[in-house]
């Protein structure tokens, strides 16, 4: 069996799947914060940082993943996958429940890591 995708290739699509994330959240009802506020609960789930810190220490440029270190793009892109799991799972409507939903997911997404 053939792996279809590289881990570059699975990193260069972290921006759809972020596009993804977004247009769930505001399918839920979610408000103008709410997805910038999940981003931040993801990064400190799972890389123990805020999105500013993350940027600064990595000398990445802000907004765009792909300047990150491969390692945060993939802990990322779990983290992402793992709370708009928990989103729909939880079928969670409006802002509070999507950050609520959202924060459960990529805790659960943090045990995985090997950090």
């Not at 993801?42 to 491969?70: F, I, K, M, W």
């Not at 924060?103 to 890591?113: E, P, Q, V």
């Amino acid at each position: 069996m053939r792996i279809k995708h590289s881990f570059r290739s699975i990193a260069s699509m972290a921006q759809p799947r972020k596009e993804r994330c977004k247009h769930k959240v505001k399918q839920r009802r979610g408000n103008a914060k709410t997805h910038a506020q999940l981003n931040a609960i993801v990064t400190r789930n799972l890389l123990d940082c805020s999105v500013d810190e993350l940027y600064e220490q990595t000398g990445a440029v802000r907004n765009d993943r792909s300047s990150l270190p491969q390692e945060a793009q993939e802990a990322l892109m779990v983290g992402d996958l793992a709370a708009r799991h928990e989103i729909v799972t939880q079928d969670a409507q409006g802002h509070q429940q999507i950050l609520k939903a959202g924060d459960a997911g990529s805790k659960k997404a943090r045990h995985i890591l090997p950090w």
